[in-house]
């Protein structure tokens, strides 16, 4: 059965606008731009009231759709996106769970896609936070902003936490390179512990003994961590000129060579003349973290969402300042049972 969104015109949505010179970017759309639940489309209310619900998950009240958890608000989105959203060949789809390295690697792809578009004095991502450059695309179904995304020019560098079971089949289709990055879980859960807490409503009332218990039984947002994963690495395995796999603490450990190789695998090679030139280098310290949390962009932000949150430390190991050893040994032990047979692991 497919389900649709009714249209909604971008002039009824209240959002900061922000043009960059020769291109549609802007900031997206404000969180509180996103229905509740009660003001979808009929069809999608009745749909999703019937499916399993969970509410100890804050922000957001969650439901269980083919076995993966969505927040209530944004699974219309979802949804709306698996039944009409449109790939291009040139497209390039940036995918991941939920706190996994996602804003950098949408800060690289952009950078490398557009290489010769924008310097780096008149660069997008001086003026808009990386997921303004490259949005979210079930977000932008949720808030109604759908035909934004048909404005922008080609190539679109997309992003999604949509797991592979539910991508659009023109994205599983078309010739649009997909690049999916994951991360050690235990880092994942710290990282989603403290972007929820950066919701003034959640502080002091969402206690990481809370989020420890809920991320174990799979139940946060896109979750079951392992099964997103799983999702991604068995079709890299099938389809390895369709989907490119990494890993955040190998780019950590290697970023010349995992830009070279994602600049490959979307179909932007470096010319001899930029390697020689130190292009590959200028791009990775131009996406760096400490050069990206310093812009003024990324210290504020729109809305409920300030662009700070998501610049907390972006480093490896992080975890073991707030599980204990019993903790860590548990989460192990559920990731390596899930994980059984699959042939990967973190």
């Known amino acids: 059965m497919y389900y649709h969104l009714h249209l909604k015109s971008s002039q009824n949505l209240e959002r900061k606008v922000m043009a960059i010179e020769d291109s549609n970017l802007r900031c997206r759309p404000h969180f509180n731009s996103v229905p509740e639940i009660e003001e979808v489309d009929i069809i999608y209310k009745e749909f999703i009231s019937t499916l399993p619900k969970e509410e100890r998950m804050p922000p957001f009240t ?17 949804l709306a996106m698996r039944d009409t959203f449109k790939a291009r060949p040139t497209d390039v789809i940036v995918t991941s769970f939920i706190k996994s390295g996602t804003t950098w690697l949408k800060a690289l792809t952009f950078t490398i896609v557009h290489r010769n578009k924008y310097t780096f004095s008149n660069h997008p991502l001086l003026k808009l936070n990386p997921h303004d450059c490259v949005p979210i695309t079930e977000h932008s179904y949720a808030a109604r902003d759908e035909h934004y995304l048909e404005t922008l020019p080609s190539p679109r560098v997309l992003g999604t936490h949509l797991p592979y079971s539910l991508l659009p089949e023109s994205i599983k289709t078309t010739k649009c390179p997909i690049v999916y990055i994951c991360r050690e879980p235990k880092d994942v859960l710290v ?8 919701f003034e409503w959640i502080k002091e009332s969402f206690p ?65 003349e930029e390697m020689k030139n130190g292009r590959v280098e200028e791009i990775i310290e131009f996406c760096s973290f400490n050069k990206l949390k310093s812009l003024d962009v990324n210290k504020n932000g729109i ?28 989460l192990d032990e559920i990731i390596k049972e899930k994980l059984h047979d699959s042939g990967f692991s973190f």
């Open 62 to 78: 969650l439901r269980k759709y083919q076995g993966f958890w969505y927040s209530e608000r944004h699974l219309p989105g979802a």
């Open 191 to 198: 990282s989603f512990w403290h972007n929820a807490n950066s």
């Open 208 to 272: 990481f003994t809370q989020a420890f218990e809920s991320f174990c039984e799979g139940g946060i947002p896109f979750g079951p961590l392992w099964d997103h994963v799983l999702g991604y690495y068995t079709k890299s395995l099938e389809t390895p000129e369709k989907i490119l796999f990494l890993k955040y603490e190998e780019m950590m450990k290697d970023p010349i060579g995992s830009v070279i190789r994602l600049a490959n695998f979307i179909g932007y090679p470096f010319s001899e």
């Open 303 to 330: 809305g409920d969402v300030q662009n700070d949150y998501f610049f907390r430390k972006a480093i490896v190991g992080d975890w073991q300042n707030y599980m204990s050893t019993e903790m860590a040994n548990k």
